[in-house]
């Protein structure tokens, strides 16, 4: 990512896997091209806003005849980084953890879990054709299989410790599922997920 990337706000980056998946039905529809109007409509936004967002890579389509799709989603999958796989460890072999490790939807888009850890392993050595390790072991089998990205799923007074450790270890992105907001270095990226929190904002709007 060149330094005019890191300018780039957040919220652009967490739209732009929403443009991806939407592509991708549309490619599914045997679609070849969409214009930023029909891509504001499916996705509840204007067509202003998406192009704003895309002027921040160059420019992906000509005016009047709309975006080529499978050009787009190309661009847009590297600009993820989305062309690669990603060695992926899960932290926390509990109900979640397990849930986490059989979701197939991180496999298909290339996330692979290679190996999860846990305090204790004596209940369980294997879920889903992934060895569960001592959580003692993380940092040697962090580096023997290149992993990147750190999936925790531990209970959130474990959640803060684990991530400091997953950090020591060389890792730069965490999907945080504890529900807390962990302090991290800022050269790693963390996303929480907190769905009681969803819950709750939705819940406002429900007595309207």
């Known amino acids: 990512m060149n330094d005019i990337e890191h300018d780039i706000p957040e919220i652009v980056i967490n739209r732009l896997p929403l443009y991806v998946r939407t592509l ?3 490619k599914l529809l045997n679609q070849t091209t969409v214009s930023s ?3 504001g409509f499916l996705l509840q ?8 967002d895309f002027s921040h890579f160059g420019k992906f389509g000509k005016q009047g005849r709309g975006y080529n799709i ?10 993820l980084n989305l062309n690669k796989t990603w060695n992926t460890c899960v932290i926390g072999a509990g109900k979640l953890g397990q849930a986490v490790i059989n979701y197939q939807g991180f496999k298909k888009e290339g ?3 290679k190996v999860a850890f846990d305090i ?5 050595s294997n879920i889903n054709d992934v060895e569960v390790r001592s959580i003692s072991e993380m940092n040697q089998y962090i580096k023997e299989l290149n992993i990147k990205i750190g999936i925790v799923t531990v209970p959130s007074a474990d959640a803060q410790g684990v991530i400091d450790r997953l950090v020591q270890c060389g890792i730069k992105g965490i999907l945080n599922y504890a529900p807390m907001k962990p302090m991290i270095p800022n050269n790693v ?7 009681v929190l969803s819950l709750q904002s939705m819940s406002y709007y429900l007595d309207k």
């Open 111 to 113: 996330y692979l879990i």
């Open 24 to 26: 991708n039905d549309l």
């Open 70 to 79: 499978d050009f787009l989603l190309d661009e847009l999958r590297n600009i």
């Open 120 to 124: 204790s392993t004596k209940k369980l």
């Open 189 to 195: 990226s963390c996303m929480n997920i907190d769905p």
């Open 45 to 52: 936004t204007t067509p202003a806003q998406i192009r704003k």
């Open 37 to 39: 109007e029909h891509l």
